[in-house]
C-alpha cells in the first residue's frame, strides 16, 4: 500500500449533516446507554477526536454510536447538526467495508483490571472526587470502590467528606 492511500480518508474529512448518512446493515457492535452517556461525556470533555468512517454514500463504516450521540441535545445544537466524516472507498467490495467495521471494533482492545486499579487509585491519590471520577469515567460509585482497593469503611467516609448530616423533614402537603 502507498502513502498516498495511507492518506486518502484523511484528506477526505468534511463535516457534513449527519441526517447524510445511514447505518450499515451488519455491524455486530452493541452498546449500552450508560456508555453512549459516557461517549457524549468524552465529546463534551475531549472534543470531537474521531471522524466518522465511511463509504461515499455515507453508509457507515465506523462510527455508529458517535453519530448516533450527535443527534441528542445538547451535542446537536452544539455541532448544529453536522459531524466530520472521512471517507473510505473500496469500490464494490463490501466485504472489505464489513472487515473496515469489525477491525475498527476490534482494534480499540479492552482495559484490563489491574491497570484500571491502578488508574482509579492514581486519581483519587491526586485528590479526584468518587463523583468526578466516575462522570468522567462512567462508573457508578459502587465501581469506583470495587477498583479503588480502599476497604467499605474508608470509601463511604470519603463518599461522606464534606457531608453536613441529614436534612430536615418536611410535612409535604397538596394544596387544593
Not at 107 to 117: D, I, N, S, V, Y
Request: glycine residues 8%; aromatic residues 6%.
Amino acid at each position: 500500500m502507498d502513502a498516498d492511500k495511507v492518506h486518502a480518508p484523511l484528506n477526505s474529512l468534511q463535516w457534513v449533516d449527519r441526517t447524510m448518512l445511514r447505518a450499515n446493515d451488519y455491524n455486530p457492535n452493541k452498546v449500552s446507554e450508560d456508555n453512549l452517556q459516557l461517549l457524549v461525556q468524552s465529546i463534551l470533555t475531549n472534543g470531537w477526536t474521531l471522524p466518522i468512517v465511511c463509504r461515499p454514500d455515507y453508509t457507515i463504516i465506523d462510527g455508529f454510536h458517535r453519530w448516533t450521540v450527535s443527534g441528542r441535545e445538547p451535542l446537536l445544537s452544539m455541532l448544529g447538526g453536522r459531524v466530520p466524516v472521512v471517507i473510505v472507498d473500496h469500490g464494490e467490495d463490501e466485504s472489505a467495508d464489513i472487515y473496515g467495521t469489525i477491525t475498527h471494533n476490534r482494534a480499540r482492545g479492552t482495559h484490563l483490571l489491574e491497570p484500571m486499579k491502578a488508574i482509579v487509585k492514581r486519581l483519587m491519590d491526586d485528590g479526584k472526587s468518587i463523583t468526578e471520577i466516575g462522570k468522567q469515567l462512567g462508573m457508578k460509585p459502587e465501581e469506583v470502590f470495587r477498583l479503588s482497593g480502599f476497604s467499605r469503611e474508608e470509601f463511604l467516609a470519603m463518599m461522606c467528606a464534606g457531608a453536613t448530616g441529614y436534612s430536615k423533614a418536611v410535612i409535604i402537603t397538596e394544596n387544593k
